[in-house]
């Protein structure tokens, strides 16, 4: 069975399921045993709708869906930023703190360990390009941010929040005014997170891939051996 399943220990309340498209009937009671024997649940991603409905038949339920995208960016004009590399120490770490908050709040379903180190995550990843993510500010406090890591030559979006829409769809349109014309912009859209939500919809990306369906199973006496 440990070839089909695997531990994500930022999200440690479920199994990751491995090899889905693999797995039989029998595979799918056994790894629903296992897992509620140690009170977790299972998480499966699958593109295609055969799994999928194989996977509801089996007790698992839609929680998220992921849009895999990617923005050319053109030349826009947008009003002066201010960069996370500009951050003083104590802004920087109001950003970890809503980075965690906001974290949690959009893996609700699957919840994120309190033990996660998001300093690491963003600060000490070499990827990360402060001078590219960019933050908004009021009466000296965030609220909004777009946090870019560098992909081969071109811009990955890691993560996109703020305390609304308007301001942070402004703020998106700031930084497509200072990030280079003709570079690429890629990113994965979660329809659990409104606010990154209304980002896809309201710019020109362009779907570079399959759609993902996130499945979760829970240890319940209706779902367990579902046939």
Do not use: C
């Not at 349109?173 to 912009?185: A, E, H, N, S, T």
């Amino acid at each position: 069975m440990a070839e089909f399943y695997k531990i994500n220990q930022n999200h440690p309340n479920n199994y990751v399921l491995t090899q889905v498209a693999d797995m039989d009937v029998e595979t799918v009671w056994g790894l629903q045993t296992q897992a509620a024997s140690s009170h977790k649940g299972l998480v499966a991603q699958v593109y295609d709708q055969i799994t999928q409905g194989f996977l509801e038949d089996r007790g698992f339920n839609i929680i998220g869906t992921t849009y895999f995208a990617k923005l050319n960016v053109r030349d826009y004009e947008g009003e002066p930023v201010v960069t996370v590399n500009e951050l003083e120490p104590d802004l920087r770490q109001e950003l970890l703190l809503l980075l965690r908050d906001h974290y949690e709040r959009i893996h609700r379903s699957n919840p994120a360990s309190p033990k996660i180190n998001y300093e690491k995550w963003l600060f000490d990843n070499s990827s990360f390009d402060g001078a590219y993510s960019i933050v908004r500010l009021e009466q000296q406090h965030i609220v909004a941010a777009i946090l870019i890591f560098k992909d081969k030559n071109d811009f990955k979006l890691g993560w996109t929040f703020g305390d609304d829409v308007p301001t942070l769809l402004g703020l998106w349109r700031d930084l497509l005014g200072i990030l280079p014309v003709g570079k690429v912009v890629y990113a994965e859209f979660e329809s659990n997170d409104l606010l990154a939500m209304s980002v896809y919809h309201a710019f020109i990306w362009h779907d570079i891939d399959t759609v993902q369906q996130t499945l979760l199973w829970e240890d319940t006496a209706n779902s367990l051996r579902n046939i």
